[in-house]
């Protein structure tokens, strides 16, 4: 057993410390940095970071402007580095140097405002930021004056102004760039508009005014949720009287404004459109039986023993006025004995004397990793005063599952939206629903399946006293589910039957109960 809590530890340690939150470094160099990965660069404090082309924009440059010719504009955007640099190290501001990529600057109050320059079509770039307002995305012709009033420097240097060599923009691709169209000059490059400036709006904030500087920005505004919920979901098929299959499940989750900074983020989906955000994670359980339990497994042409012990990380983004709810998670964790579902079963069984031993927990599915990567979109169809419907496409893609997932859902009753608005306000956000919530939901899926390791084994390790082959799986899936919910303030219960059409060739259909409590603040 100390093995097996060890494997878990060693799996899931990880995960957590990789969450906390890190400001990385700022160095200064002289120079763009290769950045392959284009990750997120955090600033948390006042900084100037000139902004390089990267290899693709460098390409593109060339060819429409002549290797000569970028070269020379490539010297004059120099130059103009040059002097505000020497306006830096005058005045002992700190500096950063980078290609185009994702930058995130935090004021601070703790308001974040993200640019995103990935796409971006105007190369050489300086972003002020002096750690109190908004960051600035400047021209380094155009900067001088805006770094001087950005940080308050001495008035005799406000009246200076920085010599304009080069207007803002360059033409990448235009009918002046063409065989037998020589460029003049250096104008009509395209501005801002590929260009993202995400404002994150924590609680009790308000978006921080925007520059006059900014008018060529693409704006969107990411509203972090206030609220707080916590909940608990329990899975059993003893509810239908049953036990094979899917038998056994435990949810445990958390949701909370705080971890909408830890540094998984980086990886989930933004919605591209002003939106309420809110994150959650969730540890699962989940245990699956042959069909009889009370007989050693046949080991052929039946489910496999299987446990599964992962968390998961989601994040959600509202777009009420769209009716779209965008998420995407990651899943990491066990399958295999080190999962503990062979412990549980068991101690379950033994506490009820009417139960027997289940018989063949030694064949389960042996020792693997689960790591998953989800994404999700619902869309809202149709929505009266107490009545919504919505239909959801999902894909998933990892060593627990890979399968693609079409399916309606819809709810009844009087509750809460399941779409937040943008709020006018912080303070909307935190408006809470009618004191009683009630009613009905229900929905239908249709699951496309790839591959499931509770039926096939890990990808990793395929030591297996039994699987089933990939011959003997039903790519089509039909689940549907149907529940009662009812709350009062702060506290809900909610009572709902699945249903599980067969997950393989010789295998039959499955129902299974699930009861949900939570709680939300």
Known sequence: MGRQITFLLFLILPLVFSCQRHDPAMPETP??????NKEVKIFTTPVIAFIYP??????????????????AFSDMKGAEFSKQRSIAEKYRLATWSGIASVYRFVTVDGTTVEIDLRHSQSPWKLIIFNGIDAPVLANPEDAGNILISTFN??????GKRIRQSLPATIPVETALVQPGNPVNSFESIPGLKETTLRLVIFPGQAPPPLRNETAGFRIVNSYISPNRRF???FDNDMFSNTDRYYTNGVVLGYSSPGLTTWRLNRFMINRNKNSVVHSAI???????????????????????????LYLRYSRFSEDAEAGILLSSAIEAGIIGDAALGQLL??????????NDEPQGWETQIKNDLVLNYTIDIRKQLAKTGNAELYTEGSATAGTLHTRAVMGIHAVAGRFIPGLTPVPENFSNLTQKGNKWQYGIRGGIEMRMVGYDASLQGGLLNRNNVFA??????????AALNVGLFAGYKNFGLSISQYYLSPEFKSGKQ?????IGLNYGW
Do not use: C
Request: glycine share 6%.
């Open 31 to 36: 120079g763009p940095v290769t950045n392959p």
């Open 54 to 71: 990267d290899v693709h924009q460098t390409d593109s440059l060339k060819k429409a402007l002549g290797t000569d010719r970028y070269f």
């Open 153 to 158: 420097l001495r008035p005799e240097y406000k």
């Open 231 to 233: 909940w608990l979901e």
């Open 282 to 308: 969730s540890l699962h359980h989940g245990m699956f039986t042959p069909l009889n339990t009370k007989e050693p497994p046949p080991l052929e042409n039946d489910r496999p023993y299987a446990s599964t």
């Open 345 to 354: 079963q068991k101690s379950v069984h033994a506490g009820i004397p009417s």
């Open 468 to 477: 089933l082959k990939p011959e003997e799986i039903e790519r089509l899936v």
């Open 510 to 514: 499955h129902f299974w109960g699930r």
